[in-house]
């Protein structure tokens, strides 16, 4: 099992830049694909970025490209999105997710709480 706790977001306006934290516990010796997913209010959730243990391999929605960066600290256990230039359409609940394949089909088995990040015009 894997615990997965969030932190950060909140309340932004548009332009502004935000940095959203995923702690993990339990099973964190196996080295598995850590990533975020978003979901907006009526929308379905969407893959976001997400990045292999090593770091080698990273991948970007095309929405988010150029603006948000993921980065993880294997001796923390912890995974990184730094969110820069915010839009109002990137608000969302982020979740953070491990043991994650894809994309471009994704899945993912272990799930944060979500944290809200919220951008106003």
């Known amino acids: 099992q894997v615990q997965l706790v969030e932190s950060g977001g909140g309340l932004v306006q548009a332009g502004d830049s935000l940095r959203l934290s995923c702690a993990a516990s339990?099973?964190?010796?196996?080295?598995?694909?850590m990533g975020w997913v978003r979901q907006a209010p009526g929308m379905e959730r969407e893959f976001v970025a997400s990045?292999?243990?090593?770091?080698?391999?990273?991948y970007y929605a095309d929405f988010v490209k150029g603006r948000f960066t993921i980065s993880r600290d294997n001796a923390k256990n912890t995974v990184y999105l730094q969110n820069n230039s915010l839009k109002p359409e990137d608000t969302a609940v982020y979740y953070c997710?491990?043991?994650?394949?894809?994309?471009?089909?994704?899945?993912?088995?272990?799930w944060g709480q979500g944290r809200q990040v919220t951008v106003t015009s």
């Open positions: 997710v491990a043991e994650m394949t894809g994309p471009p089909r994704w899945a993912a088995r272990y």
């Open positions: 339990g099973r964190t010796t196996s080295r598995y694909a």
């Open positions: 990045t292999d243990w090593s770091g080698a391999n990273i």
